[in-house]
């Protein structure tokens, strides 16, 4: 079992930046992919970012390419999500995902989930 705990959220307006972070439990954090989703109401679960478990290859959404980083420390069992340059569009609930072997882009494929954190971006 891996359990998944998201931070970070909150309101800010368009432009700027919020810092989201994720903390692993369980099982050993490094043996898992790790990713990010976002879920806006009325819509569905969409891909963000995911990272490989030594963190040297990341892959992104294209809405989200530029402005947003993930990266993750597994020495501290944490990933995190920089959002820079925020835009309404962005307004969701923001998951953050665990899975050994995932296909990145499809939510299905991921086996871990946290409870999300909420993202509201203001014009």
């Known amino acids: 079992q891996v359990q998944l705990v998201e931070s970070g959220g909150g309101l800010v307006q368009a432009g700027g930046s919020l810092r989201l972070s994720c903390a692993g439990s369980g099982r050993t954090f490094s043996d898992y992919a790790m990713g990010w989703f976002r879920q806006a109401p009325g819509k569905e679960r969409e891909f963000v970012a995911g990272i490989i478990w030594t963190g040297v290859r990341t892959f992104y959404a294209d809405s989200v390419k530029g402005r947003f980083t993930i990266s993750r420390d597994n020495a501290k069992n944490t990933v995190t999500l920089q959002m820079n340059s925020l835009k309404p569009e962005d307004t969701a609930v923001y998951y953050c995902?665990?899975?050994?072997?995932?296909?990145?882009?499809?939510?299905?494929?991921?086996?871990?989930w946290g409870q999300g954190t909420q993202v509201t971006v203001s014009s």
């Open positions: 995902a665990a899975d050994s072997e995932p296909d990145y882009y499809n939510s299905d494929s991921w086996y871990y």
